[in-house]
């Protein structure tokens, strides 16, 4: 069964950093695209970042130039560097592969 243990979360203030490590195991983790969502208080699930087993990337607009997702296969770890932080950015973080999430972190974004 697939594992994401996502950590690192916490309270920045505006225009900061946090980097968000996700550690995954019980699957083959280098085949999988692997990708961020978030659900801020209230609202639905909003996707991020996606990361394909080729390296490619992609960005929500919202978090674009700011964000930058990456991985090490070697390690079987997904990372969310995330820098110049809005309170808008305050959410419940997740990462998934396919439909499959783990337990999320909280990231708080306040002064």
């Known amino acids: 069964e697939v594992q994401l243990v996502e950590s690192g979360g916490g309270l920045v203030q505006p225009g900061g950093s946090l980097k968000l490590p996700c550690a995954a195991s019980?699957?083959?983790?280098?085949?999988?695209?692997m990708s961020w969502v978030r659900q801020a208080p209230g609202k639905g699930l909003e996707w991020v970042s996606t990361?394909?087993?080729?390296?490619?990337?992609v960005y929500a607009d919202s978090v674009k130039g700011r964000f930058t997702i990456s991985r090490d296969n070697a390690k079987n770890m997904l990372y969310l560097q995330m820098n110049s932080l809005k309170p808008e950015d305050t959410a419940v973080y997740y990462c998934?592969?396919?439909?499959?999430r783990g337990q999320g972190t909280q990231v708080t974004v306040s002064s």
């Open positions: 998934a592969a396919g439909s499959r």
């Open positions: 019980e699957f083959t983790f280098s085949n999988y695209a």
């Open positions: 990361i394909y087993n080729t390296g490619t990337t």
